[in-house]
């Protein structure tokens, strides 16, 4: 870069575009990163302190945050023509050419291998994105900073939304299952007993399996033995029982439940029994 700086600054150009002194084009250069207006209006400058400066092709290819950099190179070759002692000002503008190409935008970054393919897979698909960002900054006051603000500010914003709908869902959710639990709990354990045997009168032997069911375990919550819930599974009730007799209650109301075996008689019986058996070796409630 510095090499076709010190060429362009030697080799004659067509006719001046515009021509600036070093302050201003230092100035262009600043401003270039985030107003598209001085980056074209630098591309235009082909002399600089009276001397040519083929700046567009210098500037060729290079990024908006890159245009500073080639800028100084531009102006240190120029330097380096008009002093007259090419070997020395060469010298120095080398120096500073490399000073400024070991800045970490111009030398890139080593990339784990497995990475690799990853990171440019990203990269292509956020490229328009970001070029995207680029235009919409340029036309903003406070370019980049204040489109990087508006958009954290616009993310922590969403999410802090999203937690709040989340909360008060989780509460409702909360909210209904407790409601369910007590409406349980106040049904008569009593009255599910009797509405067990009309059933197994009846020939309803699954809904008399099901009623006895929930009628014991209302019993062992009463006695504070178990915390009743309607998600409370048989496999809960067991391990804090340890009861061989509710053992098996809870296979044989799991298989006519939820593994669609059809109930008779003798299941209808058999969970009479089972529950007389669990609740006489239930403690009284205190």
Not at 46 to 63: C, K, N, Q, S
Not at 95 to 103: K, Q, W
Not at 190 to 196: F, N, T, V, Y
């Amino acid at each position: 870069m510095a090499v076709a700086a010190l060429l362009a600054c030697a080799v004659p150009s067509p006719a001046a575009a515009e021509a600036v002194r070093a302050p201003e084009l230092r100035s262009l250069a600043d401003r270039a990163e985030r107003d598209p207006a001085a980056r074209a209006r630098l591309r235009g400058v082909d002399a600089v302190d009276g001397r040519p400066v083929a700046l567009g092709a210098i500037l060729d290819g290079a990024r908006p945050d890159e245009i500073a950099a080639r800028v100084e190179l531009a102006l240190d070759a120029a330097a380096a023509a008009r002093s007259g002692e090419p070997g020395e000002a060469a010298g120095a503008s080398r120096g500073r050419a490399r000073e400024i190409l070991r800045d970490r935008r111009f030398t890139g970054t080593d990339v784990l291998r497995p990475f690799t393919g990853v990171l440019r897979w990203l990269g292509d698909r956020l490229g328009p994105v970001a070029r995207l960002l680029d235009r919409i900054a340029a036309a903003v006051p406070g370019g980049r900073s204040a489109v990087y603000l508006g958009l954290a500010l616009l993310v922590l914003s969403a999410a802090l939304i999203l937690s709040r709908v989340a909360i008060r869902r989780g509460a409702g959710s909360s909210g209904t299952g407790g409601r369910e639990a007590r409406a349980a709990r106040a049904q008569d354990p009593r009255a599910l007993e009797r509405q067990a045997g009309a059933a197994e009168r009846d020939g309803r032997y699954e809904a008399a399996v099901r009623l006895r069911m929930r009628a014991g375990l209302l019993r062992l919550d009463a006695a504070k033995v178990i915390a009743y819930r309607p998600s409370l599974t048989t496999g809960e009730v067991g391990r804090e029982l340890r009861s061989p007799a509710f053992d098996t209650l809870g296979r044989d109301f799991d298989a006519i439940a939820y593994g669609g075996r059809e109930a008779g008689e003798d299941n209808a019986h058999a969970a009479r029994e089972g529950w007389q058996t669990v609740l006489d070796e239930t403690p009284a409630p205190a």
